[in-house]
Nanobody
Framework: VQLQASGGGLVQPGGSLRLSCAASGSIRSINIMSWYRQAPGKEREFIAGITSGGSTNYRGSLKGRFTISRDNAKNTVYLQMNSLKPEDTAVYYC???????????????????WGQGTLVTVSS
């Protein structure tokens, strides 16, 4: 399975970006698709995840500014990011779990595949 993320770039504080990540390869089904990020010098952190049935889970501090969605037919997950702040600057990674369960959606060990990441820089 290959994960191709896109949509990162430079944006001013208060701006918006929409990240996309398409999964390809020998895929029968993907239960969970999620986003993580890692800022320079910081630990990797869970942002949001979504099951094939549409159930979502968000990092509490980001809910309201970030929205995750997916297109099951396209094996694609999206992350709409609004009101971006400089502290949102990070490499954003999409991850997928072919099976996985909602109760472990925040655990990195849930995921089978990790994308290469796309850089988001929030700066004036």
């Amino acid at each position: 399975v290959q994960l191709q993320a896109s949509g990162g770039g430079l944006v001013q504080p208060g701006g918006s970006l929409r990240l996309s990540c398409a999964a390809s390869g020998s895929i029968r089904s993907i239960n969970i698709m999620s986003w993580y990020r890692q800022a320079p010098g910081k630990e990797r952190e869970f942002i949001a995840g979504i099951t094939s049935g549409g159930s979502t889970n968000y990092r509490g501090s980001l809910k309201g500014r970030f929205t995750i969605s997916r297109d099951n037919a396209k094996n694609t997950v999206y992350l709409q990011m609004n009101s971006l702040k400089p502290e949102d600057t990070a490499v954003y990674y999409c991850v997928v779990a072919l099976r996985g369960i909602l109760t472990t959606i925040r655990l990195p060990t849930t995921y089978d595949y990790w994308g290469q990441g796309t850089l988001v820089t929030v700066s004036s």
